[in-house]
């Protein structure tokens, strides 16, 4: 079946320090690609998304680069600010299928950014 | 334009009980899904409702079911209650089987 595996965290960066979280898929074909972004006591926003292989998403300063030699959607970013404290979901979307239409998510990034 | 809303925001029930969490969607979308997050967790996926039926569903014992009415909002109904139970339900909408889901704020249900 569809799976997402992100980087084990917590991350706690300062102010301004470049932002990697690592994010791998195991899915056949070519899902779409998405992160969410969850702020304490909210539900998830969408972030970025990628739907064929070698696509960037962008906002607000986060991208990610869809891979699908390495199976890969990793999230960066140049320069972290403390309201970017959040939890960071990676997520898939079957292309087609039994599944299609169903977010398949990881298990979430803790993200803290100290001034 | 109003997003994604659902109510309650947050509700306390006792085991064996049972419970009905309710989900808007955003104006415009006809598509209804439903995850469960537990605490620490990334959200599962429960099921889909789409033309008022059940287009697909996770692997959720049939305790939980739902219904999709003509307005599009929907119903989470979860039956006896167990401790395991607990989490954060989130619903989300989109229009038709679109790749952009919308979410609401949750629903957070504690067991006891």
């Known amino acids: 079946g569809n799976s997402v595996t992100q980087m084990e965290g917590p991350v706690t960066l300062s102010e301004e320090a470049f932002l990697t979280i690592n994010c791998t898929y195991t899915?056949?074909?070519?899902?779409?690609l998405f992160w969410y972004v969850q702020y304490p006591g909210e539900g998830l926003q969408l972030l970025l998304k990628?739907?064929?292989?070698?696509d960037k998403g962008s906002n607000k300063g986060f991208e990610a680069t869809y891979r699908k030699e390495t199976t890969s959607f990793h999230l960066e970013k140049g320069s972290v600010q403390v309201s970017d404290s959040a939890v960071y979901f990676c997520?898939?979307?079957?292309?087609?299928?039994?599944?299609?239409?169903?977010?398949?998510f990881g298990q979430g990034t803790i993200l803290t950014v100290h001034p | 334009d109003a997003g994604v809303t659902q109510s309650p925001t947050h509700l306390i029930k006792t085991r064996g009980q049972q419970v009905t969490l309710r989900c808007s969607p955003k104006?415009?979308?006809?598509?209804v899904s439903w995850y469960q997050q537990a605490l620490g967790q990334g959200p599962q996926f429960i099921f889909q409702?789409?033309?008022?039926?059940?287009?697909q569903r996770g692997n959720f014992p049939d305790r939980f079911s739902g219904h999709q009415f003509p307005n599009y909002s929907s119903e989470l109904n979860v039956n006896a209650l167990l401790l395991g139970d607990s989490a954060l339900y989130l619903c989300?909408?989109?229009?038709?089987?679109?790749?952009?889901?919308?979410f609401g704020p949750g629903t957070r249900l504690t067991v006891t």
């Open positions: 989300a909408s989109t229009q038709g089987v679109a790749y952009e889901q919308y």
């Open positions: 899915a056949t074909g070519y899902p779409s």
């Open positions: 990628a739907t064929k292989a070698d």
């Open positions: 997520a898939l979307m079957a292309a087609g299928g039994t599944s299609y239409g169903k977010l398949t």
């Open positions: 104006s415009g979308h006809d598509t």
């Open positions: 409702y789409y033309e008022e039926e059940e287009r």
